[in-house]
C-alpha cells in the first residue's frame, strides 16, 4: 500500500500511531510512504499514484472515507490570513483557501508548520478556524482519511486510533519540534487544538461548508453533497 504522508505537525500522532501499530495490519510489509502538501496528494490520490492518505475535505466529498480526518474544534493556530493589499493563496493548500474565500477575508492564506512559526512569531493574523467556529458554532474538518483499497486493514487501524490516545514520545516531541524552529512546549499546547475523530458535530460542520461554498458559487461542480463511510 502506498500511503500519502503530509509531514505537517498536525498529523504527528497519527504518525507515531501509524508506525507503533501498522504491524498489525496485513498492508505492513508492503507499505510505502508518499510524501507530500496537501494540495500535491489530492492531485495523487485522484490520479491513483497512492492508496490513501488525508485528502482536503474539499476535494474529499466523492471518496470512501473513514470517520477520521483533521479538525479543528475552535481555533487551530496553523490556518492563517496574513494582512495584504490582494488576496494570496496558499498553494500547499486546497480547502483553507476555499475557507478564507467562504469566510470573505481577504489577505495571504499561510498553512501548516511555517503558518504555526508566523502564530509564535507575533505577527498579525485571522484564525480561520476560529472565524468560522464563531460564525457556525461547528468545528472545521480540514481532512479527511481516504482511500482506494484495503478498506478493512484501514478500518480497524482508524477505530484503534480513536480508541487508543498517542502519547508522543518526549524524544520524538522533541525532534519534531526542534526541526520545526519551535520548543516542545509550543507543539504541545498546538496539538490540543487538533481532534481526529469525525462524529455528527463535525459531519455538520463539513456538509455546512460544502453548502456555502456552492451557495456562493465558489465551486460550482460541486453537485450532490455525500460522504462514503467504511
Known amino acids: 500500500m502506498i500511503f500519502g504522508k503530509i509531514d505537517f505537525l498536525n498529523l ?7 508506525k507503533r501499530y501498522a504491524k498489525t495490519l496485513k498492508v505492513h510489509q508492503s507499505l ?3 510524501k507530500g502538501v496537501p494540495s500535491t496528494l489530492n492531485q495523487s490520490f485522484a490520479a491513483r499514484r497512492i492508496d490513501a492518505a488525508f485528502i482536503s475535505s ?3 466529498r466523492h471518496c470512501k472515507h473513514f470517520n477520521i480526518g483533521i479538525v479543528a474544534k475552535k481555533s487551530v493556530l496553523s490556518v492563517l490570513s496574513l494582512p495584504s493589499n490582494f488576496h494570496k493563496d ?14 470573505d477575508i481577504e489577505g495571504e492564506v499561510l498553512i ?7 502564530y509564535y512569531s507575533g505577527g498579525e493574523s485571522i484564525d480561520l478556524a476560529q472565524v ?8 472545521f474538518v480540514f481532512a479527511l482519511l481516504c482511500t482506494h483499497h484495503h478498506n478493512d486493514e484501514l478500518k480497524r487501524l482508524s477505530r484503534a486510533f480513536i480508541r487508543y490516545p498517542v502519547k508522543i514520545p518526549y524524544y520524538i516531541l522533541k525532534a519534531s519540534a526542534t526541526k520545526s524552529n519551535l520548543t516542545p512546549e509550543q507543539l504541545q499546547f498546538y496539538l490540543q487544538h487538533i ?3 469525525i462524529g455528527e458535530q463535525e459531519k455538520r460542520g463539513l456538509k455546512r461548508f460544502m453548502k456555502e461554498a456552492k451557495t456562493k458559487r465558489l465551486v460550482p ?3 450532490t453533497i455525500r460522504y462514503t463511510s467504511v
Do not use: C
Not at 112 to 118: F, P, S
Not at 132 to 139: R, V
Open 58 to 60: 474539499i476535494t474529499a
Open 195 to 197: 481532534t481526529y475523530r
Open 112 to 118: 501548516g508548520d511555517k503558518a504555526l512559526r508566523y
Open 90 to 103: 496558499d498553494t500547499a493548500s486546497a480547502t483553507s483557501n476555499l475557507l478564507a474565500q467562504v469566510l
Open 132 to 139: 468560522w467556529y464563531e460564525q457556525t458554532a461547528l468545528p
Open 32 to 34: 510505502n510512504y508518499h
Open 12 to 18: 504527528l500522532p497519527f504518525h507515531v500511531f501509524m
Open 221 to 223: 461542480s460541486l453537485g
